[in-house]
């Protein structure tokens, strides 16, 4: 098992480049089974749910090709249907596939979708909205057997803002006889990037990033050319990076709109935050002010995988913090950790209630999910002494070389 040593105590300084989004490249790679031809797609980052998404795409007939940091995907040959349960299992967005398949294929079966232990991660509103859809998704000993011979577009109301539901329908629709509107749609900047790139290959989707979606089905599609969106929760990390080191950091290739939520919270615990179009520069404070409170919520509001980042911030800031994760049920295991190392946090249900102390002290920790291992990295870089990181396979999800990045502006990390 991998892990990192991080040695605490210097201050980050200098410049990031932001590599391109983890959720935004994953249903776009899943798109690109909907041409049946050519897809040339940039700034891929080099993260391990990329090499999952490529091996589903090899698997049902694709040829994929990776240069540096682009993809080339034929999906002209596609020849199989059946998913591969193996990657399925190892992360939640390979159930994009589905409604990017059932818009090819008459038939499709995949398994249950793994990832992330940060509780329950139900698919109820992807398989009723497929369904309204046409679908005929038979669930048998933890597979779905997914018929469609046609979709219909529709009208579909989402009792909550899936990320997953939308994308998938939106995947699904793109190739439908008639018009789909999701209604309380999702409205992070991924689901903007993923109707971008349908667009470009010919289909009629638009209002993404609004609470409602139309998708006018069309009957043909064309070869495709795109760049990935920066990722703006690998960008928050490196912000709250700096933050915590007491350091000053300029961001490359990122959109500071995508972060405006998060760099209020930053701003509000003592940080200088100025941004360009393309740029985000960070001077933290000497001391971090504690956050009265912090509540995790759909985009635009703070969102859920910035949550563990920001609390290895409140652990070292003065005053005491609250943070409410209102999206999923289990995501403090990185609480229990910290705590390990010094923190003085008390969970209550979804209530977090960080007590800030002077230091943290390095520890033996754990990385149980990716997020969460973010967040041990960032308590590393301050506490005195070393922090043993173990199970980072979780942070190598989301992350390109997140120890490279760090080293180049003054950490002391290394990988075993
Ligand atoms: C690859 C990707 O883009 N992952 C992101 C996506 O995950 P994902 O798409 O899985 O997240 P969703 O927006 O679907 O989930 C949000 C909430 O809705 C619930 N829910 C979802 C679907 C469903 O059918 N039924 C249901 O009850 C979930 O359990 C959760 O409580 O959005 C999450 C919320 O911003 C982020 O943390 C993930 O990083
Ligand atoms: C929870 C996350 O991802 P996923 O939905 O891919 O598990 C995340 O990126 O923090």
């Not at 390979?94 to 038939?107: D, F, N, P, Q, Y």
């Not at 933290?284 to 504690?290: D, E, I, K, Q, T």
């Not at 990185?334 to 800030?356: C, F, P, S, T």
Request: glycine share 10%.
């Amino acid at each position: 098992m991998r892990k990192l040593v991080v040695h605490g105590g210097y201050k980050l300084q200098g410049e990031l480049k932001v590599s391109g989004a983890k959720n935004s490249v994953l249903p776009i790679l899943a798109a690109t089974v909907l041409n049946g031809g050519l897809n040339v797609i940039g700034n891929i980052p080099k993260l391990s749910d990329v090499d999952v998404m490529v091996k589903i795409l090899r698997a049902v007939g694709c040829e994929v090709k990776r240069e540096n940091g682009t993809v080339i995907v034929d999906s002209s040959k596609l020849n199989n249907h059946r998913i591969p349960e193996e990657l399925v299992r190892e992360m939640r967005s390979s159930i994009v596939v589905l409604g990017a398949m059932l818009s090819r294929c008459s038939e499709t079966i995949v398994s249950y979708p793994g990832g992330c232990e940060i509780g329950p991660r139900p698919i109820d509103l992807h398989l009723k909205s497929l369904r309204e859809l046409g679908a005929i998704i038979e669930e048998k000993h933890g597979f779905l057997i997914c018929k469609a011979q046609k979709l219909k577009g529709c009208e579909i109301q989402l009792d909550f803002p899936s990320v997953g539901a939308t994308e998938n329908i939106m995947l699904a629709a793109t190739c439908a006889e008639g018009v789909t509107v999701i209604r309380n749609a999702a409205r992070e900047p991924e689901i903007k990037d993923l109707e971008d790139f349908i667009n470009k290959m010919g289909g009629k989707i638009s209002g993404a990033g609004s609470a409602t979606i139309k998708i006018q089905g069309v009957k043909n599609l064309h070869e495709v050319e795109h760049t990935i969106i920066p990722d703006r929760i690998v960008a928050g990390t490196y912000l709250a990076a700096a933050a915590i080191t007491k350091g000053e950091i300029l961001l490359k290739n990122v959109v500071p709109e995508h972060l405006q939520s998060a760099i209020y919270k930053l701003k509000e615990c003592g940080c200088r935050v100025l941004y360009t179009n393309d740029s985000i520069k960070l001077v933290a404070p000497s001391r971090l002010h504690a956050i009265e409170s912090i509540k995790t919520m759909p985009y635009p509001g703070f969102p859920t995988d910035m949550q563990s980042q920001i609390m290895s911030l409140m652990t070292v800031s003065d005053g005491i913090s609250i943070i409410t994760e209102n999206i999923f049920e289990n995501r403090y295991k990185h609480a229990y950790e910290l705590i390990r190392m010094g923190a003085n946090i008390k969970i209550d249900g979804r209530v977090a209630i960080i007590k800030g102390v002077p230091k943290l002290t390095g520890a033996n920790v754990t990385a149980n999910d990716l997020r969460g291992g973010a967040a041990l990295i960032l308590a590393g870089l301050v506490a005195e002494g070393t922090t043993i990181i173990e199970n980072t396979k979780h942070i190598e999800r989301g992350y390109d070389n997140i120890e490279e990045a760090l080293k180049s502006v003054g950490a002391k990390i290394q990988r075993l």
